[in-house]
């Protein structure tokens, strides 16, 4: 199955509810309205633990999904049983949550749709975070660099940045995804998409409870930072950013764009965005940093403001001018596992 049209329409349609019959939910055409209703206004809200929270996104061990950069197939792999399981496990853990004995199907597709949505913002970032290397004058060696020595060995370990900052950055793009989503499928989502992405920050973030991904929270604020502030200005024709990423922004440019995000002092602008100004930095070194201590709130000021700032505006629309320096990757679905339960 290969393009997100097709594996929207997949996940749609695929319907095996044995993951809620097996936790004595009954799966009919309508449900009580007044469970509709609470699953809209309370859903994840005081859940405390669910089928999600020791799991990782992208694995090693069982991914959902995971991303292949350029130098590989470029591709987003996404283990589409896997990711239908988990978004009825996590359905029944929320249902059980508030003792809802019946949903309806529009409700098991609803999330499933979401669920799987929520995981493409988060390989997005990967693919985002490859396409903001390009800005750096070696980018793609640096990017294969930190590919090796930072992400490669601190993968399923213990967690690393990257993780963290995808899964921040699809809770906070969230509705815009759903939007396409719902919208490409031409069909009104039966629950509320704030509600949906209230209960999918709960499920990704904020009871998670394994290394890399449980960091994730304290991402949140810059990455709001950043998306209410999405419509930064692209100074510099992209040409000279492709020949010379650094004048991207002149210095001036950049400092006013920057004084747009910065409510403190101008020398410690750059901690205002902690965990980016972290991976610009392994990006740029090739070296781990401390993100997941408390020294995440000191990050070191980035070599070059201007390139940052251009990798900040990157990262704020997933299309844009910055697509010609790394157009989106290719996106398929997998059966990863057998028989399952
Ligand atoms: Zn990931």
């Not at 130098?71 to 003792?99: E, F, G, N, Q, W």
């Not at 991207?248 to 440019?253: A, Q």
Request: proline fraction near 5%.
């Amino acid at each position: 199955m290969v393009g997100w049209e097709d594996i929207l329409k997949n996940v749609a349609e695929h319907y095996v509810p044995s993951i809620l019959d097996n936790r004595d939910i009954a799966v009919k055409d309508k449900m009580d309205p007044d469970d509709l209703d609470r699953l809209e206004k309370e859903g994840a809200k005081d859940l405390k633990k669910h089928s999600l929270t020791e799991h990782r996104t992208c694995g090693p061990d069982r991914p959902l999904a995971w991303y292949e950069p350029a130098s590989s197939k470029h591709r987003i792999v996404y283990c589409i049983d896997r990711i239908i399981d988990y978004a009825d496990k996590t359905l029944a853990d929320i249902l059980d949550h508030l003792k809802i004995k019946c949903v309806s199907r529009d409700v098991v597709r609803c999330w499933r749709l979401a669920f799987l949505s929520f995981i493409r913002r988060h390989e997005m970032f990967h693919y985002l975070f490859e396409r903001g290397s390009r800005l750096l004058e070696d980018g793609r060696n640096a990017y294969n660099h930190y590919r090796n020595k930072v992400y490669g060995p601190r993968y399923g370990k213990e967690g690393n940045l990257e993780e963290a900052l995808a899964e921040a950055y699809a809770a906070v793009w969230c509705k815009d995804e759903l939007e396409r989503t719902f919208e490409i499928r031409q069909e009104a989502a039966i629950l509320p998409l704030e509600s949906l992405c209230r209960d999918l920050k709960v499920i990704f973030l904020e009871k998670r409870r394994i290394a890399g991904y449980e960091e994730a929270r304290h991402f949140l604020d810059e990455m709001e930072k950043l998306y209410f502030n999405r419509d930064l200005p692209i100074i510099h024709p992209l040409q000279t950013a492709l020949s010379q990423p650094k004048l991207l922004y002149d210095k001036e440019i950049t400092e006013k764009v920057l004084r747009r995000f910065i409510h403190g002092s101008p020398d410690s602008w750059h901690t205002s965005f902690k965990g980016l100004a972290w991976l610009f930095y392994e990006l740029h070194t090739g070296k781990q940093s401390p993100f997941n201590t408390n020294e995440r709130d000191n990050p070191p000021r980035p070599f070059s403001t201007g390139i940052f700032v251009a990798f900040l505006a990157n990262i704020q629309k997933l299309h844009s001018v910055f697509e010609t320096l790394l157009p989106p990757p290719d996106e398929e679905t997998r059966i990863c596992e057998k028989n399952l339960k």
